[in-house]
T-cell receptor, first 114, second 111 residues
Framework: DGGITQSPKYLFRKEGQNVTLSCEQN?????MYWYRQDPGQGLRLIYY???????QKGDIAEGYSVSREKKESFPLTVTSAQKNPTAFYLC?????????????FGPGTRLTVL | GQQVMQIPQYQHVQEGEDFTTYCNSS?????IQWYKQRPGGHPVFLIQ?????EVKKQKRLTFQFGEAKKNSSLHITATQTTDVGTYFC???????????FGGGTRVLVKP
């Protein structure tokens, strides 16, 4: 069953701690994305990667870091520098124009920083 | 940078009625996509529009791309409770791999 998995579904952390969110895809897609969604808001792009070992900042990259060591995996670290980290985090992937049109989303991780 | 705006932010609809949500981009788009997010869920792709003036239909949903490729609309006829959710438009500029999402229209259906 192809798709994107994100774990955990709910995550609680104390203020000042770094936390890493997992995103894995078995769709063989080159491009992967991290979005942040706040209650009642749209999706804002944090980071994206078009190929292994390469990634670019999105619109709200400050306080976040990523790595892309494997095609299937694109973990996101929310650092203590992120001033308001509580949000719903969505990972997505895209196969490229030669493969398909849409981005596929994972189920999301709801992060709460106490 | 590119901005995509959606109106209205909220839409309360009586079951059986029609409604339209609108999407406007600050820049010309190469294509626009629409996604639906059910409460507590993740966005799911609905459709992509590419050509100027393009109109596509999916059962009770009609999607339109403006002539200038800067705006789009989604019209739903005979709204049902299954239409509840947030509808997002997302625009792609040029040949890039980035999508810019609008703020979404949250649809609530009154039975």
């Amino acid at each position: 069953d192809g798709g994107i998995t994100q774990s955990p579904k709910y995550l609680f952390r104390k203020e000042g701690q770094n936390v890493t969110l997992s995103c894995e895809q078995n769709l063989n897609h080159d491009a992967m994305y991290w979005y942040r969604q706040d209650p009642g808001q749209g999706l804002r792009l944090i980071y994206y990667s078009q190929i292994v070992n390469d990634f670019q900042k999105g619109d709200i990259a400050e306080g976040y870091s990523v790595s892309r060591e494997k095609k299937e995996s694109f973990p996101l670290t929310v650092t203590s520098a992120q001033k308001n980290p509580t949000a719903f985090y969505l990972c997505a992937s895209w196969g490229g124009t030669g493969v398909g049109t849409e981005q596929f989303f994972g189920p999301g991780t709801r992060l709460t920083v106490l | 940078g590119q901005q995509v705006m959606q109106i209205p932010q909220y839409q309360h609809v009586q079951e059986g009625e029609d409604f339209t949500t609108y999407c406007n981009s600050s820049t010309t788009l190469s294509n626009i996509q629409w996604y639906k997010q059910r409460p507590g869920g993740h966005p799911v792709f609905l459709i992509q529009l590419v050509k100027s003036g393009e109109v596509k239909k999916q059962k009770r949903l009609t999607f339109q791309f403006g002539e200038a490729k800067k705006n789009s609309s989604l019209h739903i006829t005979a709204t049902q409770t299954t239409d509840v959710g947030t509808y997002f438009c997302a625009g792609r500029a040029g040949a890039g791999n980035k999508l810019t999402f609008g703020g979404g229209t949250r649809v609530l259906v009154k039975p």
